[in-house]
């Protein structure tokens, strides 16, 4: 062993054969960089504490910049500027929203225009501008076949786990998608009726009150989904008497109930063996 002033040398220890000065200051910086570690630590530590005692609606406060992307990229695609991109992947169902968009604006038409008796309306072809029986019609096949879609693939892949999720989900979910926008079109009718923009069959009542309890009664008896449905077209069918359109919502959620039940029943069973029982 050989000593040479402060720096001693120990052959079975290279870390040791630092000298003594630099040692030294390495253990000063590795105090100093703990030290701050610690300090950022308790730092995060306390601002988290803080960020949990704001009420979460506090937290993230939107700018004008975010609001109106936010606000842009819930119109069409179509009229979305060419800056604003959306990263959500469509489904494999996405292009049947253009031909419900098309069979929405012919039964709107129809329901403008049923008054007016014109030659053309009963031309070939041209008599489906104004078939709003047919698009309605049109509007239930797309339904069952968006609603079973990826319910059969996971059928077919036998994914009991991802089926369960999926019929709980739309099942649960089926009933507040169409009674809920339903729900407020009738409220807007109820308004505009109090604003006297219109009064169909008389149902504008002289108090406020009354108005409201009879509009609420209405209501309750439209959104039971035990309601007596009778027919398809014809008088007897479930009519909701302040939007008669709104006739459809009822039948649709009963086939989407059905439709859910069914692939329930049939998920197990063979695909030619659920095929036969799909025709009968």
């Given at each position: 062993m050989?000593y040479?002033?402060?720096?001693?040398?120990?052959?079975?220890?290279?870390?040791?054969?630092?000298?003594?000065?630099?040692?030294?200051l390495?253990?000063?910086?590795?105090?100093?960089?703990?030290?701050?570690?610690?300090?950022?630590?308790e730092?995060?530590?306390a601002?988290?504490?803080?960020?949990?005692?704001?009420?979460?609606?506090?937290?993230?406060?939107?700018?004008?910049?975010?609001?109106?992307?936010?606000?842009?990229?819930?119109?069409?695609r179509?009229?979305?500027?060419?800056?604003i991109?959306?990263?959500?992947?469509?489904p494999?169902?996405?292009?049947?929203?253009?031909?419900?968009?098309?069979?929405?604006?012919?039964?709107?038409?129809?329901?403008?225009?049923?008054?007016?008796?014109?030659?053309?309306?009963?031309?070939?072809?041209?008599?489906?501008?104004?078939?709003a029986?047919?698009?309605?019609?049109?509007?239930?096949?797309?339904?069952?076949y968006?609603?079973?879609?990826r319910?059969?693939?996971?059928?077919?892949n036998?994914?009991?786990?991802?089926?369960?999720n999926?019929?709980?989900?739309?099942?649960?979910?089926?009933?507040?998608?169409?009674?809920?926008?339903?729900?407020?079109?009738?409220?807007?009718?109820?308004?505009?009726?109090?604003?006297?923009?219109?009064?169909?069959?008389?149902?504008?009542?002289?108090?406020?009150?009354?108005?409201l309890?009879d509009?609420?009664?209405?209501?309750?008896?439209?959104?039971?989904?035990?309601?007596d449905?009778?027919?398809?077209?014809?008088?007897?069918?479930?009519?909701?008497?302040?939007?008669?359109?709104?006739?459809?919502?009822?039948?649709?959620?009963?086939?989407?109930?059905?439709?859910?039940i069914?692939?329930?029943?049939?998920?197990?069973?063979?695909?030619?063996?659920?095929?036969?029982?799909?025709?009968i």
């Open positions: 050989t040479h002033g402060d720096n001693t040398q120990f052959p079975n220890n290279p870390d040791l054969n630092i000298p003594l000065e630099t040692r030294e390495v253990d000063a910086e590795s105090c100093s960089v703990n030290d701050d570690l610690i300090h950022k630590t730092r995060d530590d601002e988290g504490r803080q960020q949990q005692a704001v009420p979460r609606w506090l937290r993230y406060r939107p700018s004008s910049r975010d609001i109106k992307s936010q606000l842009l990229a819930r119109l069409p179509f009229l979305r500027p060419a800056t991109r959306t990263t959500k992947s469509l494999p169902t996405a292009y049947l929203d253009a031909v419900r968009g098309y069979a929405a604006w012919l039964v709107f038409l129809t329901h403008t225009y049923k008054d007016q008796h014109w030659r053309w309306t009963n031309a070939p072809f041209l008599s489906v501008l104004m078939n029986e047919g698009m309605v019609a049109l509007f239930f096949v797309i339904s069952g968006v609603l079973s879609y319910l059969l693939i996971h059928t077919h036998r994914s009991s786990e991802q089926l369960l999926s019929l709980a989900s739309s099942t649960f979910r089926r009933g507040m998608r169409l009674y809920g926008s339903a729900t407020v079109a009738l409220f807007i009718v109820l308004v505009m009726m109090r604003l006297g923009w219109f009064d169909e069959d008389g149902l504008r009542l002289p108090s406020l009150v009354d108005q309890v509009w609420t009664w209405t209501l309750v008896e439209f959104l039971n989904p035990f309601g449905i009778r027919g398809y077209y014809g008088d007897d069918r479930v009519h909701n008497k302040y939007l008669g359109p709104m006739w459809t919502i009822p039948v649709e959620f009963r086939g989407s109930m059905i439709l859910f069914y692939v329930a029943a049939t998920c197990k069973l063979r695909p030619r063996t659920r095929m036969i029982l799909t025709w």
